[in-house]
Each structure stands twice: as C-alpha cells, then as structure tokens.
C-alpha cells in the first residue's frame, strides 16, 4: 500500500478518484476551493423546496461495472437511489415547431427551396473534412446552406453574436447539432451506411436506430436520476458520504498556494493559510492546469479565454408541464436564446411539483438582459408550458465560468500547459474536464479510472 495521495478539486472527478485513491493509499486528502464539493453537478431549491440542477445533471453508466458500482450503487442497490432510465427521451425545437423523436434540427423544416438546395448540397459531400474549425467543417460536411440556416444561428446562440464563429473548433460542437436530419427517412436510413454520412445524419425512426444496435451489437447506457427530490445533488451527497467513510480527508475553502518538488515528483502541497505542508507520493490534479504550472513556479502560457455565462431560469408552475415525455430538450430555433430545457417530473416519477429549468449562455454583462416574465412568455410561446399557467417560484441562477468559448488559440495554448505539467513531474495525473482532454461526465469518469489504473496499476 502507497502511504499519501493528495486529489485537488472536488468535482465529480476528485470525488471518484478520492475514493479509488482511498484503496490504495493510506492516506488521501481531497482540497476544493469552493465551499462544498459537486463541481457543477449541483442542486438548489426554490422558497416552495423544489429542486433544480445547474447545467449538468444527468449522469451515465460508464461501463466499467467497478467503478459504476462506485458510482451509482451496485445494480441490486440502484433502484433504491436512482430512476434508471434505459432510454433517455430528448427532443428539439426548430424552425418554431417541436419534434419530440430526435435530438438534431429537421432541414426539412426548412422553406423547400432551401432544403432541395441544402439537400443538393450535401449529397455531393462524400468526403471526410479534414477540418478542426467547426464552421469550415460543417460548410464542408453538411454543405453551405444547411451550416448557414442551422449551424450558424445555433453557434450564434452558444457562443454570442459578437464571437468570430470562424476562429470556434469542433470544441463547440459539444451539443452535437453538426448531425442533421434531411431527406426521406428510409433514404437517410441507406445512406448512414457510409461513415461519412453517418457521421452527419440522424436517423428518423427508432426501428431504424434500433436496427443499427443490432447490426453493431451496441447498446446505449443506463441514464440516472436521483428519486429523493432533491436533484442531482442527492448523487453528490451519496459520493461524499461514501468519500468520507472511507476515510478521506475532505477540505473545502482551501486553495493551493504552492507545490514542491524534488526529482520530478511532488512531494509537498502547501495550503495558503496553513504552515504546514501536505506530504505527497501521489498528486491527482482536476483543477485547471495553469494553476498547478503556477503553483510549481513553472511557465504558463498566458490564454485568457472568454468564458461563457450560464443563466438558469428554474421555474415551479402551478399546471402540469404541456410535455410529459421528454427528459430534456434542445431549443435550436433561432427566436429565442434558450438552449436547453429539463422537465424534472419526467426524470422523477416520484416527483409532485410542475417544474423546468431553461438555460441560456450568455457574456457576463449580459445576465441582465434577461428576465424571467420574458422567459415564460417565450416558454408559452413554444408549448411547453401551458398558456394559463401562472410561475409560482423561481430562480434565476446565474453561473459564471462555465466553459471557454473554444477557439484555435485557446486551445493550442491549454495543451501548451498541459503538456509542460505533464512532462515536469512524474507523480501527478492530470485529469478532469479541465485538462481539456474529455468534458462529457461519462468520458472524464472512464478516464480518470483509466489513468490511476495505468500510474498506480489494479487493486
Ligand atoms: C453548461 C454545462 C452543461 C453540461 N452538460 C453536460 C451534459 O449534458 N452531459 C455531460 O455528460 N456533461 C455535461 N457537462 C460536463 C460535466 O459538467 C463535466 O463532465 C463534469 O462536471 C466534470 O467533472 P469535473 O470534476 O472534472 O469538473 P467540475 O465539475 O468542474 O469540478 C471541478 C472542481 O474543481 C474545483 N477547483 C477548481 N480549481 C480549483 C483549485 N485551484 N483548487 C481546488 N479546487 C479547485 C472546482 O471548484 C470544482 O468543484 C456540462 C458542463 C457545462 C459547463
């Protein structure tokens, strides 16, 4: 057994990893700078006590059934603690009008002159762009008509009017609207045979979708939402409630002042207002690199990003929600700057109250430009909720530093320092959805398992 580890930041990565350490050092000590732990899976509760999650709050299987037993409980446990949804039910609304079977924008929504243009346009693109700017290759990829009329509003509403789309990678295309749906469904179908169009349709039907599990022998994973009515928080409590049973030393409000080394490894984390140092043999750093590269008085290349503000209008009404299917919404129209809804009482079936969160990502200096009224006119506008209704809370979160708006520049720079922390030292993994590496919950998770497996080997 190794004797001390040391896990910065904890976010659901430091928590996962804190106790995956816990197995094979005596000694581990996770630091976050926050006041509690969770990172951005997070809840909070409106003056009625309704929960509502900030951006993320949905998690995944990852697979591995080790470290989803970690995770969610084993599979005997889980329906104590979880809704386990085994198809997760999303929709999207475009073009002023909902298509509750698919996440990706119908070009056939389109006017008809456009869509036999855009149609045109993308049949004859039979080639994989070899392109990391997210405008040149969905202009390659979908054709110019299509970026033009889906891609282009919906990069607008993610990352502002005022951003240069041009200089955006394929970063940005994290929600996944670079796949479409166009031309007849069985059509679509015949031509998702080739990767290349695979790669830019969605299938119209969901015997058509199945049909393709079958074929590749592929399954889609298990979803989760807590049961206990207070939101995804009730996942993070369970992690720190496991964290600390095992022994770990939690710190919150803590930050690194500095880190020292001898012969390439850590061996002291210095905590500002503490004297005394943290012994170190292990080092699993899930904050932002820059800040390890400064701490060990190291070069940091200077990449200030601008990073994009998350508004999060939760509202409790006092009628039903109008869809009583979808898990959660995309909003690719172009007449509102809503990009995302979750309908909490399709996620809990135990749930009583009538509540959705809408989010909207925005400069900081733009917070005040929205306002709830407008935001539920929008919302009765689109159907979702019902005309009568009246909002009887809310909350309008406001959360800033979500994600960067990923440009060429920033992200050659953040590898830049991640590629100097992690040839300065030899005991540190360097991990979470900072590094820059992986940013979905599922993909983080698998591969932070992965690295301390790899550095520290199996128990
Ligand atoms: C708006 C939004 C929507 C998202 N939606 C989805 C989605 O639908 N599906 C999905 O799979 N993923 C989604 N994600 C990504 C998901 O949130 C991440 O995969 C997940 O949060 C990664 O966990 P983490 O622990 O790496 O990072 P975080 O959750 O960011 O946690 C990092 C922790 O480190 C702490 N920290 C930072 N610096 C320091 C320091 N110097 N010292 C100590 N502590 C520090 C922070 O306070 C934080 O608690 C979304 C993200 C955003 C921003």
């Known amino acids: 057994m190794h004797d001390k580890a040391v896990v910065v930041g904890g976010g659901i990565c430091g928590l996962m990893a804190a106790l995956l350490l816990k197995r094979r050092f005596k000694q581990v000590t996770l630091i976050e700078q926050g006041s509690e732990v969770g990172g951005l899976f997070r809840s909070i509760q409106d003056e009625r006590g309704a929960s ?36 997760l ?48 290759y969905c202009r390659a990829s979908l054709g110019e008509t299509f970026t033009d009329h889906i891609v282009i509003p919906i990069l607008k509403k993610l990352y502002g009017r005022h951003t240069d789309l041009n200089s955006l990678t394929m970063g940005a295309g994290l929600f996944g609207f670079t796949r479409i749906l166009a031309f007849d469904a069985d059509v679509a179908n015949e031509l ?10 969605g299938y119209q039907t969901h015997e058509h979708f199945l049909a393709r599990q079958r074929r590749d022998a592929s399954t889609t994973p ?9 939101g995804i928080q009730a996942w993070v409590d369970f992690l720190k409630t496991k964290v600390e049973l095992a022994g770990v030393d939690v710190r919150c409000n803590c930050k690194i ?45 200077a990449n200030k990003p601008e990073l994009r503000t998350a508004i999060v209008f939760h509202l409790n009404l006092d009628k039903a929600l109008l869809d009583r299917q979808s898990h959660y919404l995309w909003v690719w129209d172009k007449s509102t700057d809503i990009f995302r809804l979750t309908l909490y009482p399709n996620l809990n079936p135990n749930s009583t109250t009538n509540t959705l969160s809408a989010e909207i990502l925005c400069k900081p200096d733009e917070v005040e430009n929205y306002r709830i009224d407008s935001i539920i006119e929008e919302l009765k506008g689109m159907g979702v909720i019902d005309i009568e209704s009246s909002c009887i809370a809310h909350v309008k979160q406001v959360i800033h530093n979500t994600f960067p708006v990923p440009t060429e520049a920033f992200e050659k720079n953040n590898d830049k320092n991640y590629h100097t922390l992690e040839s300065s030292v030899d005991n540190m993994i360097i991990s979470g959805r900072s590094g820059g590496k992986q940013w979905r919950q599922a993909d983080v998770l698998i591969a932070a398992y992965n690295e301390i497996n790899h550095l520290i080997g199996d128990v």
């Open 222 to 230: 298990d979803y989760f939402y807590p049961t206990t009515n207070s």
């Open 257 to 301: 002042r500095s880190l020292e080394t001898r012969a390439r490894q850590v061996e002291k984390v210095f905590i500002e207002g503490h004297d005394s140092p943290l012994e170190c043999d292990l080092l699993f750093w899930s904050a932002p690199p820059f800040i390890a590269l400064k701490a060990l008085g190291l070069p940091v290349v």
């Open 89 to 136: 039910k999303s929709g999207n609304y475009f073009q002023n009008s909902w298509d509750l079977s698919s996440p990706f924008a119908d070009s056939k929504k389109l006017d008809k002159e456009v869509y036999y243009q855009g149609c045109a346009e993308m049949i004859q693109s039979t080639d994989f762009p070899d392109e990391n700017l997210i405008v040149p």
């Open 52 to 87: 509502y999650d900030m951006g993320s709050h949905i998690p995944n299987a990852t697979g591995i059934s080790e470290l989803d037993d970690l995770l969610f409980g084993t599979e005997a446990e889980r329906s104590n603690y979880w809704n386990v949804i085994t198809k």
């Open 192 to 201: 998702k045979n080739m990767p290349v169009f695979d790669a830019k349709l």
